[in-house]
């Protein structure tokens, strides 16, 4: 509801032409590249909370509602934005929910010995069966939908290259008839695969709320809940992050697309990552990390 009051008077009258029928788009790609514009504007990546609940014992933690309008994760930011684009005309039957894998290796090659349960799992869109959407992958979102191809052409995509690569002989009991394809972009001249998804596979609203409370209550150690910090913004030209992970001092990220230079900044004290969250990604950090995390000097590594 808050997305919809906030469309201007320009983009109000183009959302009323698409609603009457009144304006034909050359295709869903543009409507879907709109919304999906709007929405990371609207909203910021931020594990804060999963890490809070991580810090409980697990007898006291509690799953996350999945519809909320404070998005956090992947699951939580994906049920948003099938609400955020409902109402701006399109159909829910038309988003499919796909499990991906986090890959995170140049070249998609990973260990095959890792397969079974070091995969962190991801949650992806894929609209009228062929439009990729990630709004929920931190500084690493998409800015728009992504046409899927069943080629392992590189094409430019909101000034960055990627390509899909398949991998035929993939196979991951989270899908064992999966046909897995990865996503991969060209980062400092090499290809960096972040997910893969099964194309012949998908979530349903079940599926989903399992994941979803595994997230959360699982005992076993989850990466994105126990072991880092994440806040994410991304306009059209820049990625910008915090990220903290235990052992080392936070640190703030800011990529330019296309470049391989980039600003960092070490977050040494309380006040500097306070205010870092506040002026950079509207975020007011409560005591309740100031108590769990511990700043030091620069010549000291024990965040």
Known sequence: EQVASRIDCVDRTWFNLFRSGHMQVESSMTTLNFIVTEYLKD???????LYRQGCKDLSKRKVPDLHTNAPCYCYQHNEKFIATA???????????????????????????????????SHDVLLVEKRYLIDVGYGANCLRGAMLFQESEQAFEFF???????????FVHYSEPTGDWWGLQILVNDRWLETW????????????????????????????????FLLVAKLSMTTRSS???????????????????????????SWNAFKQCLQTRFN???????????SFSEPNQRNW
């Open 196 to 227: 893969r998804f099964p194309r012949n596979c998908s979530l349903n609203d079940e599926e989903i709320c399992q994941l979803n409370e595994d997230l959360v209550m699982s005992p076993k150690p989850v990466g994105i809940r126990d072991n």
């Open 242 to 268: 915090v990220v903290g992970m235990k052992g080392t001092v936070p640190f703030f990220k800011e990529i330019q697309n296309g470049e391989n230079n980039h600003i960092q900044e070490e977050l040494h």
């Open 86 to 120: 409902c109402l701006k005309g399109c159909k829910k039957e038309d988003f499919e929910r796909k499990k991906a894998l986090v890959v995170k290796s140049y070249e998609g090659e990973i260990n095959e010995n890792d397969l079974r349960d070091e995969l962190v």
């Open 283 to 293: 975020i007011e950090p409560d005591e309740f990390f100031l108590h769990q995390l």
């Open 43 to 49: 909203y910021t990546y931020s594990n804060l909370e």
């Open 159 to 169: 000034g960055e290259t990627y390509r899909f690569r398949h991998h035929p002989d």
